[in-house]
């Protein structure tokens, strides 16, 4: 009976040829250290036309759009009134800006 020696493992330029032609039967990228590349996130479609799509137009029609649209027609602007209101609560505690016409320079006190 003949003496069966164990089969030696491939050399590595043999590997190697192997591993490309791989590469290019199934079309990936040459990366034997596992960098971190990018690839997966390159070829990926571009989806931001796709997520676009999927969700509804906004329409951000504000009252005061609203009015030089519709000239004729009148609009509440319930944010802008509770703005008003609250800058008149606080110029009248004596919290709201200096008026315009004052500079700050005239209206600091001297003791």
Same mark, same amino acid.
């Given at each position: @009976?003949?003496?069966?020696?164990?089969?030696?493992?491939?050399?590595? #330029?043999?590997? !190697?040829? *192997?591993?490309?032609?791989?590469? =290019?039967?199934?079309?990936? $990228?040459?990366?034997?250290?596992?960098?971190? =590349?990018?690839?997966?996130? *390159?070829? #990926?479609?571009?989806? #931001?036309?796709? =997520?676009?799509? !999927?969700? %509804? %137009?906004?329409?951000?029609?504000?009252?005061?759009?609203?009015?030089?649209?519709?000239?004729? @027609?009148?609009?509440?602007?319930?944010?802008?009134?509770?703005?008003?209101? @609250?800058? !008149?609560?606080?110029?009248?505690?004596?919290?709201?800006?200096? %008026?315009?016409?004052?500079? #700050? $320079?005239?209206? $600091?006190? $001297?003791?």
């Amino acid at each position: @009976m003949p003496i069966k020696y164990p089969i030696p493992p491939p050399s590595k #330029a043999r590997l !190697y040829t *192997l591993f490309k032609e791989r590469q =290019l039967l199934w079309n990936t $990228v040459n990366n034997p250290y596992g960098l971190r =590349l990018g690839n997966k996130i *390159l070829k #990926a479609r571009f989806r #931001a036309q796709q =997520l676009e799509d !999927y969700y %509804p %137009p906004k329409f951000n029609f504000t009252p005061r759009k609203l009015k030089r649209l519709f000239p004729g @027609m009148s609009f509440e602007d319930e944010k802008r009134d509770r703005w008003e209101e @609250m800058n !008149y609560r606080r110029r009248k505690r004596g919290k709201g800006p200096p %008026p315009r016409h004052v500079s #700050a $320079v005239n209206c $600091v006190d $001297v003791f």
